[in-house]
């Protein structure tokens, strides 16, 4: 059991200060599962968007099943998200007065079934990006240089 991760949208991170994680699951269709299962999904320009109080992910690209029939769907069709009302109008609120973005972050399997991380984010600016970056890239030569000195 636990958890098998399919896929994470890294470039998320790198766009967005993610304040706040959800776990939502995901409304799937025919060969849909099969297809996750294999790992032919992609977040990258995925998005997500609150519609009616019903949360949905646009954009995410589940490649059809090879050994599927009529029954494939649309790739990348808009699937509605799983998720407490509470929690959908929580998320509203934050994203209409603080503009924050809903990014999904990562999608796997718990306990053989499909969920959807998504983060609450706001958006960085170019020079916050680098900054990132620089510290990124100092953390890494940190750790190198101590591996070095203990060997």
Do not use: W
């Amino acid at each position: 059991m636990g958890i098998k991760i399919i896929a994470s949208n890294k470039k998320a991170y790198h766009e967005y200060y993610i304040e706040e994680v959800y776990e939502a699951g995901i409304v799937l269709k025919g060969t849909e599962v099969k297809s996750l299962r294999l790992g032919k999904v992609s977040l990258k320009e995925s998005f997500c968007r609150i519609i009616n109080g019903e949360l949905f992910i646009n954009n995410m690209n589940i490649s059809p099943y090879e050994f599927g029939n009529r029954e494939n769907v649309d790739p990348t069709r808009m699937r509605k998200l799983l998720l407490h009302k509470e929690e959908i109008a929580k998320m509203a609120r934050k994203v209409d007065e603080k503009g924050l973005t809903l990014v999904p972050t990562k999608i796997y399997f718990k306990d053989s079934r499909a969920k959807l991380e998504i983060g609450v984010g706001r958006g960085k600016k170019l020079h916050d990006k680098r900054e990132t970056l620089k510290r990124q890239q100092h953390d890494r030569e940190t750790s190198r240089a101590i591996r070095e000195h203990h060997r």
